[in-house]
């Protein structure tokens, strides 16, 4: 089982996104993939028993967040059911996020290339390399560019980018962007995958053009969700066969 963990210590970072985003494709590919939500405020259990009470389907193990002392145990009984184990972490340098994070095989961290969000992400490194001190052994990370601008990057993203280059701060080199469709994943209850039906339901009866214009946004959000998690699993297997 792979484990996958997100944490940044700032809250909207796109990290519960990323988490969702990640878990659909990987199940639309046919792998099996649960969710563990340890963020307190719980958007992923939340969007889950939505959908159950609407008899709609989930189609990943939600995990609610058990006690501290039962983080390790829960990870580890989950091994022979699960091949990805994603994790939403808490932002805060407690016990859950230690004992989730010795289980980590890729931590990924959100930011959205601001200098603010950089200070952030260098905060979420350094608890990352504390736990890898702690427990004596290494625990990969990578940065990841969430809520950019998906025509072109800010100079702001440029500098953070580089900055992160020169202390050696690895960064997947495909970015989440903002778009309108990663927000109604959790304001409407649904998969990325059921908006194109979805909108083309709502735009019935209006022009070609109007039409076609949502269409494209919800497509090119479905194309760079594919792109980020083929990245974000490529670094995964390529850390876990050196």
């Known amino acids: 089982m792979y484990v ?15 988490a969702m985003l990640l878990a659909e494709q990987i199940a639309h590919s046919g792998g099996r993939v649960a ?18 009470a609407d008899g709609r389907q989930v189609p990943f193990a939600i995990h609610a967040r058990p006690q501290a002392d039962e983080i390790v145990e829960l990870i580890d009984s989950l091994n ?7 994790i939403d972490l808490e932002g805060s340098k407690d016990q859950v996020v230690t004992f989730a994070l010795s289980r980590t095989d890729l931590c990924v961290i959100p930011l959205d290339g601001s200098p603010m969000e950089a200070r952030q992400a260098a905060a979420a490194v350094r ?28 100079t702001d993203e440029r500098d953070v980018r580089k900055e992160m280059e020169i202390n050696n701060i690895p960064s997947l080199p495909v970015r989440v962007a903002k778009r309108a469709p990663y927000t109604r994943i959790f304001r409407d209850g649904v998969l990325l995958s059921e908006l194109l039906a979805i909108v083309t339901a709502e735009h019935e009866g209006k022009t ?18 594919r792109d980020y998690a083929q990245a974000l699993i490529h670094a995964l297997t390529n850390e876990r066969a050196s």
């Open 4 to 18: 996958i963990t997100f944490a940044n210590p700032k809250g909207g970072s796109g990290k519960t996104t990323s």
């Open 35 to 52: 969710i563990l939500d340890l963020d307190p405020n719980a958007n992923i259990l939340a969007w889950a028993e939505a959908r159950s």
């Open 80 to 86: 022979d059911t699960t091949d990805y184990l994603i």
């Open 127 to 154: 608890l990352v390399q504390t736990t890898s001190s702690m427990i004596r052994a290494p625990i990969n990370y990578t940065l990841l560019f969430t809520r950019t601008n998906a025509a072109f990057q800010t």
């Open 208 to 225: 070609a053009s109007v039409t076609d214009k949502a269409l494209r946004q919800v497509t090119s959000a479905i194309e760079n969700a």
